[in-house]
Every structure is written in structure tokens, then in C-alpha cells.
């Protein structure tokens, strides 16, 4: 069965709104879980990692001001897209490192944001 | 810095036939993982297969098989007798010590009955 699940699976809102996407552990407490965005047939590329009680790490170009993530307990890590505007528009993907010894991440269904 | 080449953008095939997706990697680790994860048109990731870098044995789970070469940093897949459900794209992906994953671009493999 699922063992990361993602709320809500799409959203649509309009420019400037902030939208909340949650993201949750459902059988593992995780202290690092991931954040991936993916463009229209594209690949996945990695936005940040949320560190459980601290703040998040950020890839080089992402705005933290922007994405803001807070990892505020072992099974639940939110992203928060503030001021959305259509070019954020995208389909939002966490995992979890769910087996530290083999380094498996297993993913979420993802959330499909489209900013009007 | 990290990369993974996957060089097929799209295959299809028919099926029943067999077919490899190809990825190269590139890294300056000695310790690494490789993985392959599949993501159908619903959009899920499914986790298919991980290596390590010191284990380069093939490995075969049902229909699908990996040939893991360090001397060509490849990283090959192939899915023998391919159905209609094995149609989605797939990806190959490269791991650090820090856990951070760099996927390839993907393919996009169709399976026509």
C-alpha cells in the first residue's frame, strides 16, 4: 500500500493566492523528506529537503522565500506556495527516504498546481 | 556535479517485443546508488530497482532486467515481452551520500497491442 500520500491532488487558484500542500508519512516517522516540482514532460528536479524540527535545505535557485516548507513532526512536512503566479504552475512531488540503508525514496501521488 | 543521461525520449514498440531503456550517469562518488522508478500516467513514481556502486551483479525480477556496467557508467533496463501496462515513463536516477536524487530526463516508453 501507499506509504507517502499527498493533500490535495490538484488545486487551482488564482495569481497571488498562496496555496498549502501537505505531505505525509503514513507507516514511517521521517525526519527528511523531499520536495520535487516537475514541468510538463519534464523531468523531476529537487526544490528542498525538510528537515523535521529545523529549517529546510534549498537547492540552488529556489526561492525559500517563496516555497516555504515546515517539517513540524516525524510523518508531516507542508509546502506552502505564496503569491502563486502561473509560471509556478506545476506538479509538486515529495518522497520519503523511507530506507536509510539502501537510500529509497519512495514518493507521494504528487499535487498538480495550476495558478490562473 | 551529478548528471544522468537517459538519450531516448520515446520508444514504442509493439508488443510482446522486448526493449531496453538506456542511462548513463555520471559522478565523481565512489559511493552511489542507482535507481529506476517508473511513473505512469497517473503520476505516481513506483520504485523499481536501486544499486549500489559496488554491487554491479544483474539482477532480473520477473520480466524486467538491469545490466549495471561501472567500467561504461551505465545503467541499462530492459523489459522483455512488454505489455500494454508497461506503458509510462520512466526514469533513471543517481543518489549521493546526501540522498539527493538527480533524475534523468526520462522516456516515455508506449506499448501498442
Redesign the interface.
Known amino acids: 500500500g501507499a506509504v507517502v500520500s499527498q493533500h490535495p491532488s490538484w488545486v487551482i487558484c488564482k495569481s497571488g493566492t498562496s496555496v498549502k500542500i501537505e505531505c505525509r508519512s503514513l507507516d514511517f516517522q521521517a525526519t527528511?523528506m523531499?520536495w520535487y516540482r516537475q514541468f510538463p514532460k519534464?523531468?523531476?528536479?529537487?526544490m528542498a529537503?525538510s528537515n523535521e524540527g529545523s529549517k529546510a535545505t534549498y537547492e540552488q535557485g529556489v526561492e525559500k522565500d517563496k516555497f516555504l516548507i515546515n517539517h513540524a513532526s516525524l510523518t508531516l512536512s507542508t509546502l506552502t506556495v505564496t503569491s502563486a503566479h502561473p509560471e509556478d504552475s506545476s506538479?509538486y512531488?515529495c518522497?520519503v527516504?523511507r530506507d536509510?540503508l539502501?537510500?529509497?525514496?519512495?514518493?507521494?501521488?504528487?499535487t498538480?498546481l495550476t495558478v490562473l | 556535479a551529478q548528471k544522468v543521461t537517459q538519450a531516448q525520449t520515446e520508444i514504442s514498440v509493439v508488443e510482446k517485443e522486448d526493449v531496453t531503456l538506456d542511462c548513463v550517469y555520471e559522478t565523481r562518488d565512489t559511493t552511489y546508488?542507482l535507481?529506476w522508478?517508473k511513473q505512469p500516467p497517473?503520476?505516481?513514481?513506483v520504485?523499481l530497482i536501486?544499486r549500489?556502486s559496488f554491487d554491479e551483479q544483474n539482477e532480473i525480477s520477473g520480466r524486467y532486467s538491469w545490466n549495471f556496467q561501472k567500467s561504461t557508467s551505465s545503467f541499462n533496463f530492459t523489459i522483455t515481452a512488454s505489455q500494454v501496462v508497461d506503458s509510462a515513463v520512466y526514469?533513471c536516477a543517481l543518489?549521493d551520500l546526501a540522498?539527493?536524487?538527480?533524475?534523468?530526463?526520462?522516456t516515455i516508453l508506449r506499448v501498442k497491442s
Open positions: 527528511t523531499f519534464q523531468s523531476l528536479m529537487l529537503t506538479f512531488i518522497s527516504n536509510r539502501t537510500d529509497t525514496q519512495y514518493f507521494g501521488p504528487g498538480r | 546508488y535507481f522508478y497517473s503520476g505516481e513514481l520504485f536501486r549500489n526514469f543518489s540522498n539527493k536524487l538527480v533524475f534523468g530526463a526520462g
